[in-house]
């Protein structure tokens, strides 16, 4: 938005260097890009932020100078001269819209010459970027600048019965031959496609369509050097509905950006008032009594109240009350000072009531009144302090179990990813179960993000697709997020992990060569993170995107918990990949609920004082006797100094009866108390044999 200082001086006497305006604004919240002086003055180029559709004016830009000099504004108040004829007998005008169009307003000017623009108004339009067309359409562009709110003139003879209706674009053009929907040839010379919805203007029976609603009027009915009799229409458009259609026709005009923000419905009124006086003024011409103003729903002014107390709260320091009072009225607020209440200190805790003005929709609580007082008294006068402290919010009750498998997760190698859930539909189909209907988005951001995502496999293979394309061959990664799926109509968000790992397992080093990363690496991993949900089984998987050699399916217990394997070689060549890429998908549901069945919690216990010691027995088993089984059969002795009984070594053929097989397994002791004597190890490793004989029928091999 370019701002003229000289023209803001119309409506507050300001004073300061204009270098100095655009530091004080930008410091109370208005940003000032630049200054740059040009052959009007100074020229501001403010960045107006989406919430502040009211500084998209000169008026309201000096309304916040106003605010922070505690100038007064000056009021704008149009008077044209009226004839005898009514505005009833030349105009009608029909809303079958209301949710796209809340408040439409016309006014009829009769005789007018149509010529070029006073040099006055063209330098001004000049010097904020926007082009002179003529005497009545500059006069529209002027009133936007000025107040904030778009018109349009058409030409009122070339509209049809001297009827405007306005309604949603249909699908099919009422009359014609074309099924893709209606269309409309604009002021650009463009013959534009509407999608259905589109609030458009239409004259007659509303059978032509005359304007795009909010954004562009239509070139059958523009303002030409020929037009005599001009209707001017000042409406009210929704922000919502204007966002949607100028992202479908790729249209942005200066109106559009002004209704996408969020416009003032009551501006309309007196934006039309303010062009008539011009149009009379300038151009000529005869304005009909009165004006045809539809407002289906006009809202009451919404009461919102601050605090003192709230405000000390938030900012740690106090704000005089003049100020408060000064402050809120020169915004529009009109604060009224209602009963006050004495602190436990005896202080005084005054309170506002304030009337949300029509220019300021988004401020409706009271933190966003105290955030109205601070940035126009200035942040810098608030002394620097911490918060109280509060106590920090609750975990979710998963918290514990998922802090776990990501430690977990991290110390086998994988690395945590977050991912955008907005997903192709095609992508996402390539891994969808055929019985699952996806969650289509009503409004993508784009054709490639149109849905949820179904399964995270989609968004893992995405990431791991991105690796690869910037030369990151070797990858382990993992996602915990959600999928979502439909059931019936009702959507269904469930949390899952997703594994994705291709490339190197293991690089070469003195000992070992490379190894590349394979199904069987997988599923270790899948079964140390089962290990802390009481272990996983594995079944045949039915998976269409994964080998058929090189899957399976995870459960625990009885209930199925997910699917990995490899990507099978016909979506992988598909989907470009040059190397091995595998794939896992849990459901974290049943796997949180057996997580908290296994004593998962953590003991720490002191490093031991005294020295290990190590015994080995070499075993002969008979088959079908399982390691297992010896640990079992140890364990059942309760030894409190056996810390681990691992198997080292298994033999079959040479010296083996037949039926039998040698099992070498290593026992650690660890003391607690003192250094093991061999008369106690000796003991221990008697009644070991002597337990692993009884149960197992094992002997020591001695050949």
Sequence with gaps: MKALYSWLQDFVTVSAPPDELASRLALSGTNIGGVENGPQ???????????????????????????IYKLALKQILPKPAESAAKIADAIK??????ELCGRFTARVIRGVKIQPSPAWLKNRLEACGVASINNVVDISN??????????????????????????????????????????????????????????VICDGDGSRIVGIGGIMGGA???????????????????????????RSLKLHTEASTRFARGADPEMAELASRRCAELILQLAGGELLAGVVDVYPAKHAPKKIQVTRAELLRVMGADVPDKEIESILGALGFAPVRVDENRGAAGSILAAWECTQPSWRAEVSREIDLIEEIVRIYGLDKFPPRLPASRQGAARLPHYEAEMRLRERLIGLGYREVVTIPHVAEERDALFRPADVVPASLANPLSEEAGILRSTGTVTMIGALEWNLNHGQRNARLFEIGHHYRLNGSKPVETRVLTLGATGAARDKNLYEPARDYSFADLKGDLDNLGALAGGLRWQEAATEYLNAARRGALFLKAEPLGVAGQLSR???????????????????????????????????????????????????????????????????????????????????????????????????????????TDAQINEVSARIMSTLEKELGAQLRTA
């Design 220 to 246: 059958e009915t523009e303002i030409s050097f020929s037009t005599k009799n001009v209707l001017i229409e000042c409406a009210w458009f929704d922000p919502i509905a204007i966002r949607r259609a100028t």
């Design 93 to 98: 005008v029909e809303i079958r819209s209301p």
């Design 41 to 67: 003055g100074a020229v501001f180029d403010a960045e107006v932020t989406s919430n502040r559709p009211d500084c998209l004016s000169h008026y309201g830009i000096a309304r916040e100078v106003g605010a």
């Design 570 to 676: 016909r979506v992988a060549e598909r989907l470009k990949f040059r190397q091995d890429v595998y794939l896992a998908e849990i459901n974290l549901g049943p796997f949180y609920c057996s997580y908290y069945g296994v004593k998962n919690s953590r003991r720490y216990q002191p490093i031991p004082r005294f020295p290990a010691v190590e015994r080995d027995f070499s075993l002969m088993l008979s088959d079908g006797t399982h390691f297992s089984d010896v640990v079992k059969a140890i364990s059942s002795l309760n030894i409190p100094d056996v810390a681990s009984v691992e198997a080292a070594d298994l033999f079959r053929g040479k010296n083996i009866p037949a039926g039998k097989y040698s099992l070498l397994i290593k026992i650690t002791l660890q003391p607690r108390s003192a250094t093991l």
């Design 142 to 199: 002027y009133v936007m600048l000025e107040l904030g709110h778009p018109l349009h003139t058409f030409d009122y003879d070339k509209i049809r019965d001297h009827s405007i209706v306005v309604r949603g674009a249909n699908s099919r053009a009422s009359g014609g031959n074309n099924a893709d929907g209606e269309r409309i040839k604009t002021l650009d010379g463009v013959e534009r496609q509407l999608d259905p919805g589109t609030c």
